[in-house]
């Protein structure tokens, strides 16, 4: 089997600064690329930032400055450093990676998630 555990959610004042934190673990054979989403009460999912196996990165505008995402590849994790943060930041955040294991072909997994909530 296998699974993604985010971890570093919590509260944190506008203006302030958290790092996400996303391992996957299990019969890994390959990890493609590896996103993070995130979904505030009553909206749809978005997408935050991507990063390829090579470390490409593309982030959407709403966080761009901001944040940043980057892996370790040897640890099969990715981060999410998020930097001035914005009450509108407030949502429940995904790990996703596209993953193929010893025994089946690539497909989604997607972590628990995690709360970041940013007051004012």
């Known amino acids: 089997q296998v699974q993604l555990v985010e971890s570093g959610g919590g509260l944190v004042q506008a203006g302030g600064s958290l790092r996400l934190s996303c391992a996957a673990s299990g019969s890994i054979f390959s990890i493609n690329g590896m996103d993070w989403y995130r979904q505030a009460p009553g909206k749809q999912r978005e997408l935050v930032a991507v990063?390829?196996?090579?470390?490409?990165?593309n982030f959407a505008d709403s966080v761009k400055g901001r944040f940043t995402i980057s892996r370790d590849n040897a640890k099969n994790t990715v981060y999410l450093q998020m930097n001035s943060l914005k009450p509108e930041d407030t949502a429940v955040y995904y790990c996703?990676?596209?993953?193929?294991?010893?025994?089946?072909?690539?497909?989604?997994?997607w972590g628990q998630g995690t709360q970041v909530t940013v007051s004012s």
């Open positions: 990063i390829s196996y090579g470390g490409m990165t």
């Open positions: 996703n990676a596209v993953i193929s294991t010893i025994t089946t072909r690539a497909s989604d997994y």
